[in-house]
């Protein structure tokens, strides 16, 4: 019996990338589930008009965490074997959705997780300074306080064995959620495996939205999550 492969992207004011994105994620995965985290820029009503997609709708912003969250939840709900993720601003590559699955199937892996920083791919981007800077830093972080041996702690693109999510639970609702995924893994025994992924950025002003698009206060709020979690 195959096994039952969901692909979440969860979204925010995503109106210029979605349309690509959930294209590129069909080809690779028969069940795409868009998680539109209170959209206020006409990505809702783009996403109303189609009907090959299954969607959750956040009446307001919640956060990028939250929007995962509800990803997780969904998998869980729908009897899902396997949950991949990936961005909606083309950072991630879908035809390597399929070599996430298989690792995660095959490999009795609990997290499959990309990492820009395994090794360079030709052409690649090269990363914003202060976001290589902080990624290290906390990617350190959480190896020493959690006993891991990860390289890139923040990469979206992720595979999970759904029967592992159910034992996950999270609280943190913004960028930081990933930490306390995390802390959530170690703390279970999960096992873990990274994936080599381009280090791709398509607008390297995108912003993080209020306080954290200053890097010192998203870097101390990394660490107040890591000392909360």
């Known amino acids: 019996m195959l096994p039952r492969i969901l692909t979440a992207l969860p979204v925010y004011n995503e109106v210029n ?7 590129g994620a069909l080809c690779y995965c028969r069940e795409v ?5 209170g959209s206020t820029d006409g990505t809702r009503e783009l996403l109303a008009a189609r009907d090959d997609i299954l969607q959750v709708t956040h009446s307001e912003n919640r956060g990028y965490g939250a929007a995962l969250v509800s990803a997780f939840q969904f998998a869980v709900r729908g009897g899902y074997d396997v949950l991949v993720t990936i961005d909606c601003d083309g950072q991630h590559q879908p035809q390597l959705i399929p070599r996430f699955v298989e690792t995660c199937c095959h490999s009795e892996v609990d997290i499959v997780s990309g990492s820009r920083y395994l090794r360079k791919f030709p052409g690649q981007s090269e990363p914003p300074p202060e976001r290589h800077r902080i990624n290290q830093c906390i ?20 595979a999970y064995r759904v029967s592992a999510l159910e034992k996950i639970h999270v609280t943190e609702t913004g960028y930081a959620m990933p930490l306390e995924v995390w802390a ?13 992924v381009p280090l791709i950025y398509l607008d390297v002003k995108r912003s993080f939205g209020g306080a954290l698009d200053d890097a010192e206060t998203r870097l101390a709020v990394y660490r107040q999550v890591l000392d909360r979690i």
């Open 184 to 196: 959530c893994a170690a703390r279970l025994g999960l096992r873990i495996v990274e994936l080599p």
């Open 33 to 37: 589930l868009i998680v539109d985290d």
């Open 17 to 23: 990338y979605v349309a690509g994105a959930i294209a």
């Open 139 to 158: 990617t350190a972080e959480v190896n020493r306080r959690f006993g891991l041996n990860i390289t890139d702690a923040f990469c979206g693109f992720k």
